[in-house]
Structure formats: C-alpha cells, structure tokens
C-alpha cells in the first residue's frame, strides 16, 4: 500500500500567534512539510487546487515544482485539480513539465470539485457541471495518449492536427479520479481504467463498501485492472489526547466555516471524538490508532493508497511535522509489514 499525504495550503488563524498565517509563511511551512514526507518515506504527497482566501494553492502544478526542487523520491500530485473548469491541454502540459523536473514522478489527480469557484472565475455554468468533467477528462486522456490530436467538442475550440509537447518521462503519465461517493463517478472511472481516490470525511466509512465494489466490478468488466484509494482526515501525535486537543480546534473552525457555507450545523467536540474511534472518518490519534483503523479499512477496501489531510486548518508547524515524521517513521513501515508488501519505492 502507497501511504502519503495532501494538503490544500489552509491559511487560518494561527493558534501560536493568533493572527491570520500569511501566504508566504504557509508556503515556506509546507514545502518544508513535503521535504519531510520523503526524508521520512511516504510515498505521495498531492495538493489541491481551490480559489478562495482560506487556501493558498490555485496552482498545484507550480507548488509541486517547487517541492520536486527539494525532494528525491516521493510522488507529487494534484489533489485534486479542478478539470470542469480548466483547459486539459495546459494541465498536460503542466505536469508533463512537472514530470520532466522531478524525473518521472508526477500525477493528476482530477476531479469536478467539491468548491465551485473557480467554475464562474472561469467563465463556465454550473449547469454543465458533469458535462464539463466529462469531456475534459476524456480529451486529456487523449492527449495523454497520442502526441498529436483531431479533437471537436462542446466547450473548447476544436484542436485540428497540433501536436502538444512536451511529453512526459513517465508513459502513460498517471492519471487519477477523485470521487466523493457518486456511484456514476466510480463506473465513468472504471469503464476508463483509471484509479479512483474516494474522499472519505465524514460518516461511517464502512457505507463506502458497496461503492468501491462497484468500480473494482466495473474495472474488471471493461478488461482493466483496478486501482482505489483512500483519502482522509487526521493528525497524530503521541498521546491520543495530544492528537485529539491539537486536532479540533482548526478542524472544527475551518468545518464550521465551510458549514455555514452549505447549511451544516456547528462541529461538537462529542461528535469530532466519536468521529476519531475506530468505525469513524477521521485519523486522529496515536500511531498505533492510526495504524488500526488503517488496516481495519483495508479489510472494508483493499484499497492500494492511503492518503491524509494533516492541516485541517493552521496547526503548531512542530506537531504538524512530528505528525508527518511519525506518519512516516511508525505507520507506514507497520501497515507495509501486517499487508506483506514493501515500499513502492
């Protein structure tokens, strides 16, 4: 199993400092969290683009150019980029180029997107929501494909005969769905041959089951070998308590921003607690809790990746790192030894 992590670049109040963290120090922060990761051997780090002012990242290909400058090993992917809303041809190129700069170890990650955006930042109707991701995602799997391409569709102008360069180290240059539990979702996937990364935030993660048989079924049936991760919320550190005190006061403020936003109610510290036990959403705990609930997922899944959400929201940058080292250094070393498997790298 490929263990990593990603991060959306939250800029909220710092509760060292109790100011706002600035887009220049946020930055520094984490890229220094990606080097980390690979020092310690996590084997993704992947970063999402959005374009409001509690997230720095609008451009994830940038920023993980950056971290490819300062990292060996470790693969760098969005997480996810908004593809409805942008030009597949400039996100082939980007991270063609992205490939280029860290030897072969980019990916993308593409998704609708659960923030819309940069849907009217753009110039695109909500109305052709899936229709967008739809057309985009099967012209870049074109381009993926071939160097030079005749394509005509509804919402760009029609390529005739270009060639779009550069092409990248790795063939095909991996492309994943991220889905949020949308059964049409993981079939478009599955029919395509592409792996999936299911969002699990909140509920009961053990309802997702039926989800990623349906992909693992309509992979299979279209001649294709599945692929399906996992991407959560969590933190640790040494104490459950420790995890657990860090962890909720950002979770619950950037949550409860986000709630007011789409009707949800105000986050409970009960409901954050129950939801850090072992059938719940979040990781939140010692690496030994986190190493538990991953394994026992792993029985509801299968699943080949393991993605998560750290910074939920600004967090002390030294337990945000002890997290990642502990990640690293504990977690994924003891779920490689219960599966039987040894690092991808």
């Not at 930055?27 to 980390?36: C, D, N, T, Y």
């Not at 998704?111 to 899936?130: A, C, K, Q, T, V």
């Not at 294709?224 to 005190?245: N, Q, V």
């Amino acid at each position: 199993m490929e263990i990593g992590l990603y991060s959306f670049g939250e800029r909220t109040i710092d509760p060292e400092t109790g100011r706002l963290i600035s887009p220049q120090e946020r930055m520094r922060r984490l890229l220094e969290e990606i080097k980390l990761a690979d020092e310690v051997g996590l084997d993704v780090f992947g970063l999402g683009e959005h374009h409001r002012p509690d997230y720095i990242i609008s451009a994830p290909a940038v920023v993980l150019a950056a971290a490819a400058a300062r990292t060996r090993r470790i693969r760098l992917t969005s997480a996810v980029t908004v593809l409805s809303s942008d030009d597949p041809v400039r996100v082939f190129q980007q991270f063609a180029t992205l490939d280029l700069i860290s030897n072969g170890r980019a990916e993308i990650m593409v998704g609708r997107g659960s923030f819309i955006e940069s849907f009217p930042l753009f110039g695109y109707d909500l109305n052709d929501y899936d229709a967008l991701f739809d057309e985009k995602l099967r012209l870049l799997l074109r381009i993926r494909e071939s160097e030079c391409i005749t394509w005509s569709g509804r919402f760009r102008p029609p390529i005739e005969d270009r060639c779009i360069y550069p092409r990248p180290v790795q063939d095909p240059l991996p492309v994943w769905v991220a889905v949020g539990g949308s059964p049409p979702s993981v079939v478009r996937a599955g029919t395509l041959g592409l792996p999936v990364i299911l969002a699990i935030i909140g509920g009961m993660p053990a309802r997702f089951a039926p989800l990623a048989a349906l992909y693992r079924q309509t992979a299979r049936r279209a001649g294709h070998t599945p692929i399906f991760g996992i991407a959560s919320h969590g933190f640790l550190a040494d104490t459950t308590r420790d995890a657990r005190d860090t962890a909720f006061p950002a979770y619950k403020a950037q949550m409860d921003r986000i709630g007011r936003e789409r009707g949800w109610p105000p986050m409970t510290r009960a409901q954050f607690d129950a939801s850090c036990t072992l059938h719940g959403a979040n990781f939140v705990g010692t690496p030994e809790e986190v190493i538990e609930k991953i394994l026992y997922q792993h029985e509801l899944f299968g699943h080949e990746r393991f993605l998560l959400q750290l910074t939920v929201g600004t967090l002390p940058h030294k337990k945000v790192l002890h997290a990642i080292e502990l990640l690293g250094t504990k977690v994924a070393p003891a779920v490689r030894r219960a599966l039987g498997v040894s690092s991808p790298r």
